[in-house]
């Protein structure tokens, strides 16, 4: 089946330390996404990607990096300097830039 | 900057109710997407709303789309218990980045 996994579901952080979240994707999809979601929040953009080699920042970047080597695949790193990193986040991808968004089941990052 | 609003953030409902989510935004756009989320769960895409005066219908919710006024709206029919969730609309900016709203946290109680 095609589709987006996260992994893993849950991870917990020590201060001071960088982790990173996974996003791979069976879709063949172009583009891909990560959000942020805060209770009761809406989804925030992190970072997305149109192409391979191509990533740009979305409207909370500072304190996250991502890297996007193969198609397939768009890691989120959450450094040290993101001082509030407890959130739900999301990865998402489209066929295109502007086409619907499907989204995978999403990471839990707590601080220990 | 791109504003989405949307209201009421919280709905609770009677089973059998009927009732409207509604969706602003400050910016001219024509591609709308409505979203369903469950507590801890990911986003369910419910509808794509691409056009002005756009009109979909999936069971019990009806979504509609009026870019003049920056307007959609979530219709709910005769509400049942399995529509309880977190209901998102997220609209494309000119540069088709999404913004969310904040969401409307629906109960329907028997």
């Known amino acids: 089946d095609g589709g987006i996994t996260q992994s893993p579901k849950y991870l917990f952080r020590k201060e001071g330390q960088n982790v990173t979240l996974s996003c791979e994707q069976n879709?063949?999809?172009?583009?891909m996404y990560w959000y942020r979601q805060d209770p009761g929040q809406g989804l925030r953009l992190i970072y997305y990607?149109?192409?391979?080699?191509?990533?740009q920042k979305g409207d909370i970047a500072e304190g996250y990096s991502v890297s996007r080597e193969k198609k397939e695949s768009f890691p989120l790193t959450v450094t040290s300097a993101q001082k509030n990193p407890t959130a739900f986040y999301l990865c998402?991808?489209?066929?295109?830039?502007?086409?619907?968004?499907?989204f995978g089941d999403g990471t839990r990052l707590s601080i220990l | 900057e791109l504003k989405v609003e949307q209201n009421p953030l919280f709905l609770s409902m009677q089973e059998g109710k009927n009732y409207t989510i509604y969706c602003n935004y400050s910016t001219t756009s024509d591609r709308l997407y409505w979203y369903r989320q469950d507590p801890g769960k990911s986003l369910e895409s419910l509808f794509v709303l691409l056009s002005n005066g756009a009109v979909k219908q999936e069971g019990r919710l009806m979504a509609s789309l009026d870019t003049k006024a920056r307007l959609s709206t979530l219709h709910i029919t005769a509400a049942v218990h399995d529509l309880s969730a977190t209901y998102f609309c997220a609209v494309d900016g000119s540069n088709y980045k999404l913004t969310f709203g904040k969401g409307t946290l629906l109960t329907v109680n028997p």
């Open positions: 998402a991808s489209s066929w295109q830039f502007n086409q619907p968004q499907h």
């Open positions: 879709l063949n999809h172009d583009a």
């Open positions: 990607s149109q192409i391979v080699n191509d990533f």
